[in-house]
């Protein structure tokens, strides 16, 4: 640690929020040692609760859990009565060991019920002689950190600290306290230092070597995984000849995060996994329990010198990195921070190679606490208590289309999660929908990633669209066995319908086939193959759909190419019409990838979409993505294509396909943000066309017959309706409509749309969701033109 870095970082050690033992010597400063409940003794643990004798009515002390500031419990302080002094009710911190030759860090938050409760903060030694003191504080009803610096003067070895509760301002007012800390100042910078581990300096497997790149010398396994070692550990004999243990030496206890310095080969995502060890200690090679597996790291990690090593990054391969590996899951196990008990503590540390063709550097041990840049972590500087960049604006929320008719959503997965609720309103799972993904060994199901993003949309109230049944591409292997008869592979199939319906039966929309025109599935013989229409097998996988999955669910359609393409839509459309004759289709899902709308006019894509929208089903935008390294080429492609897609009447939501770093098209520039977390232009000029643009929507199939001739207001679909259902009109002029709905009474209940339309026919998304089951009409005024239609609530 340079002399420079020391200067630079020393100055924010007085706004310290410490979350680790390491350099305070409070007992039991959280509370977390002392069951729940009220306080019936004079003491516990650390702290004593003298109350004077003036007070009439003693207070009421208890340590809880359903206020805290950190951890599972804080203390309740509620006073009844007051008495003459000040400190005739306080708690007091006791037998704090302190060296008097040191400078110390007084650090508490504390809270009230009402916002005008005071307290003193004070500290000093047995014979009540004060070392430093915040008298008279008021507490806010938010947490507030309360904190001083202060020095012994009279060579004490032992103190205490005594918070008190003796005001007038506190009667029948709650208190809470928790999180206080006693900080050696010195020994707190010291332990900011991380830990680092050369690679190459423990003991190798045999399976492993080492090598050099430039000024770098590394280590990597050379065997892989499917070559002879279980998936779940890195040894199935524990012959430890594919591990790798390190002897570390710890100057500080503390709780500390993982680092890893690593290059992924050239194989991308069959080279970017390995195991470290469940926690320290000499680990069994064979069994999974001792080891958390790592995966994904050829989308992780961060290069630049002032990256913040926080987040998952999206580094790519055949680049020196840090990944943050106790921070992020990834596409592995659950991490886990480390914890050392004890200063100058040696423990062991151990790594389990699993594919070939990923690179070891070093690693590294940081406080939990602390933020790592790439430049510190290769430097072996002190981390910093704060985020080492100036904070970045970032849009709030709430998420953009609030308000639309239309939604606007994203893909979910691990490097596209974050603050995803701030700025979309629609949920994808971007891989873990498909089947490949879900059952890539026959009858064992990965559900985890599934899960997580069907409970986020459930959670917030955003749809939810399945990502995919039947799909060529990302599908079994094991459904390509010629072993397999084409009844056992539908019954294979049939068994996947059935498990996604069981265990997510409030879909709302359900991309059954994706990508027929390009990517057929090998199995689709299965299905019924080409048959008479040419199509069977589709048809055949949307009855099978139609037929377990319940009738609220929307089913739909996917393919890329179309709208950049008035002849393959029409062939999307032979498709489409098959299924809509029978009943099968609800939706159609159009992909808009950047390799589709950017050499594309905006006037074919809008002559593909009217073609679309004349089936009478609404359509869909699956997967946009906008390409862009350069901001201003992205920005200008965006302000050409989004609006096209999302003032398209008959386009009901758009989907992206990722916004953030490590999304498919990363290398393509189609991210919306970058790595340090700011907001590209393309995405600052999202933010503010949606909060202007209106929703015009249509659906109807004279769409592209011509303007109207008359005024209509059509029945609505569906009816009933659980909750909503879609109310459709036609006006043949430019006019100011509205539309309003009464209950049975004909009392009014709300206007659902008003304003000025050009000649067109346009359907509104009404929600019934804050309704009573019931009768309830709709009607339109345009022009004096009103008429009137009944439909019917059923919840």
């Known amino acids: 640690m340079t002399c420079s870095n020391t200067i630079k970082f020393f100055a924010v050690y007085l706004i310290l929020i410490i979350s680790i033992a390491i350099s305070q010597t409070v007992k039991n400063g959280g509370f977390e040692n002392t069951s729940l409940g009220e306080i019936t003794n004079e003491s516990i643990e650390g702290w004593s609760f003298p109350v004077g004798s003036s007070v009439s009515d003693p207070p009421y002390f208890a340590i809880v859990d359903d206020t805290v500031h950190k951890g599972n419990h804080a203390l309740m302080v509620v006073v009844k009565s007051i ?7 306080q708690a007091v911190a006791e037998s704090i060991k302190v060296d008097p030759a040191k400078t110390y860090i007084y650090s508490v938050w504390a809270k009230s019920k009402k916002g005008n409760a005071k307290v003193n903060f004070t500290v000093g030694n047995y014979i009540y002689h004060e070392y430093g003191r915040i008298g008279g504080v008021t507490l806010s009803t938010e947490w507030e950190n309360f904190t001083f610096e202060f020095q012994l003067d009279d060579g004490s070895t032992t103190i205490r600290a005594p918070i008190h509760f003796n005001f007038s301002e506190n009667i029948r007012d709650t208190i809470w306290i928790d999180d206080f800390k006693i900080i050696d100042v010195e020994k707190e910078f010291a332990s900011r230092v991380p830990v680092i581990i050369e690679a190459e300096d423990g003991e190798l497997g045999e399976d492993f070597t080492t090598g050099t790149d430039g000024d770098i010398t590394y280590i990597t396994v050379t065997t892989d995984y499917a070559a002879d070692v279980a998936k779940s550990a890195p040894d199935t004999l524990n012959r430890n000849k594919r591990t790798v243990k390190y002897n570390v030496l710890f100057p500080y206890a503390g709780t500390y995060s993982l680092y890893a310095k690593v290059k992924v080969g050239p194989n991308g995502y069959n080279d970017d996994s390995f195991w470290y060890s469940n926690g320290f200690g000499d680990k069994d090679a064979s069994n999974p329990d001792d080891w958390i597996a790592v995966n994904g790291l050829a989308n992780a990690g961060f290069t630049n010198a002032e990256d913040v090593i926080f987040e998952r ?7 020196w990195k840090w990944v943050n590996l106790s921070n992020n899951k990834m596409e592995g196990e659950v991490p886990i921070n480390f914890t050392v008990q004890e200063d100058s503590t040696t423990v062991i540390f151990m790594i389990g190679g699993r594919e070939d063709g990923l690179y070891f550097d070093k690693f590294a041990f940081g406080r939990s606490d602390l933020y790592f840049t790439v430049e510190m972590l290769d430097s072996a500087w002190a981390g910093s208590p704060e985020w080492p960049k100036e904070p970045v604006e970032t849009w709030p929320g709430p998420p953009l289309a609030t308000g639309h008719i239309k939604f606007l959503g994203n893909v979910w997965s691990s490097p596209q999660k974050k603050d995803f609720e701030k700025y979309w309103n629609q949920v994808t ?16 199901m990965n559900w985890t990633i599934l899960d997580e993003a069907y409970n986020f949309a459930k959670e917030h109230e955003f749809p939810f669209m399945f990502h995919v049944l ?24 049939t068994e996947w319908f059935h498990a996604v319906a069981d265990r997510y039966p409030d879909i709302d929309f359900l991309q059954v086939v994706n990508e027929p025109l390009h990517q057929p599935p090998q199995y689709k013989s299965a299905l019924g193959g080409n ?24 089913l739909m359609i996917n393919d890329f190419g179309i709208i950049g393409s008035t002849s393959s839509t029409q062939q999307y459309l032979n498709i489409i019409n098959l299924l809509k004759e029978r009943g099968l289709i609800d939706a159609i899902g159009v992909q808009g990838h950047a390799f589709t709308t950017y050499y594309a006019s905006t006037s074919t894509i809008k002559s593909c979409l009217d073609l679309l929208a004349s089936t009478g089903l609404p359509v869909y935008v699956t997967e946009l993505d906008i390409d862009g390294v350069d901001d201003q080429v992205q920005l200008e492609e965006y302000q050409r294509v989004f609006p096209t897609l999302y003032q398209h009447p008959g386009v009901m939501g758009i989907t992206l396909w990722g916004w953030r770093r490590g999304l498919w098209r990363d290398e393509q520039g189609a991210y919306l943000i970058n790595s340090d977390g700011s907001e590209r232009p393309a995405m600052k000029w999202l933010i503010a066309y949606m909060d202007t643009v209106q929703d015009y929507v249509s659906i109807e199939e004279d769409l592209v017959q011509g303007n109207p001739l008359e005024f209509k207001l059509y029945n609505n679909y569906p009816n009933p309706f659980n909750p909503t259902t879609t109310i459709s009109f036609s006006v043949p002029i430019n006019t100011h409509v509205k539309l309003t709905v009464f209950n049975i009474l004909g009392q009014y209940v709300e206007t659902i749309y008003q304003g000025n339309v050009t000649p067109g026919t346009y359907s509104i998304l009404f929600d019934g969701s804050q309704l009573e089951s019931g009768i309830y009409f709709y009607r339109i005024d345009a022009d004096g033109f009103s008429q009137t239609k009944k439909f019917i609530l059923l919840k």
């Open 531 to 554: 048959g008479d229409t040419g199509w069977d097998w589709v048809i055949n996988a949307f009855q099978l759909a139609r037929d377990i999955f319940p009738d609220t669910v929307k």
């Open 313 to 319: 990054g999206a580094a790519g391969n055949n680049v």
């Open 470 to 493: 039947i799909w060529g591409a990302q599908q079994p292997s094991w459904m390509n066995d010629n072993t397999l008869t084409d009844d056992e592979k539908y019954e294979e199939i």
């Open 83 to 89: 008495g003459t002094n000040d400190w005739d009710i």
């Open 429 to 444: 799972p971007e891989n873990a929908g498909k089947w490949g993904s879900v059952e890539g060994t026959r009858d064992v």
